[in-house]
């Protein structure tokens, strides 16, 4: 779905929250994917459409963040922009550093996704490993389907991840 589409179908369920995925279309009449080089006009179009549908877009992933400084802090801006309060983001270990002075400076936070195995943040104790030393802005986006993929249990998972579980990917597998 566009992110029009996603955003009229989360309203029609009741729901007053979402979360959009960088390269998601914007609208049918609006072809470009939604993230940072959105225009200030294109941004205000997405803050229009969230307003008259009573949704409010809460996070944002999963997206890279970028490596140089300068590229990280356009996302970030884009994110408070937005009214985003949480990226979803497989980084690399030797970004946090950089990700946990942005997640402080802009007050947004950064959820650690779990895609399934081979993928580095698969297990939970990789994901709390890069939370070590870490701001609370920095923690976990708990994909329970994914984990059911990595032959987790998600319960376990989640009770591990306790007080650093920031977003939640639900799937039934």
């Known amino acids: 779905f566009t992110l029009f589409e996603a955003i009229e179908k989360t309203r029609s369920l009741g729901l007053g929250w979402i979360q959009a995925y960088p390269g998601q279309k914007v609208s049918k009449e609006l072809q470009l994917g939604f993230g940072p080089d959105l225009t200030a006009e294109q941004k205000a179009q997405v803050k229009t459409k969230l307003t008259e549908e009573g949704v409010n877009l809460v996070s944002f992933g999963v997206t890279a963040v970028p490596k140089e400084e300068a590229a990280a802090r356009k996302l970030f801006a884009c994110a408070v922009e937005m009214g985003i309060e949480t990226i979803v983001s497989e980084p690399a270990m030797e970004q946090f550093d950089l990700i946990d002075k942005l ?3 802009y007050k947004i936070k950064l959820a650690i996704h779990n895609h399934p195995k081979p993928s580095f943040y698969w297990h939970p104790d990789t994901v709390l490993k890069a939370c070590e030393g870490r701001s609370q802005w ?22 591990k991840l306790e007080g650093r579980i920031l977003d939640v990917h639900i799937k039934e597998i």
Do not use: F, M, N, Y
């Open 103 to 105: 997640c402080q400076e």
């Open 138 to 159: 920095i923690g976990a986006c708990a994909d329970t389907g994914h984990w059911v993929r990595s032959g987790l249990e998600p319960v376990d998972c989640l009770k």
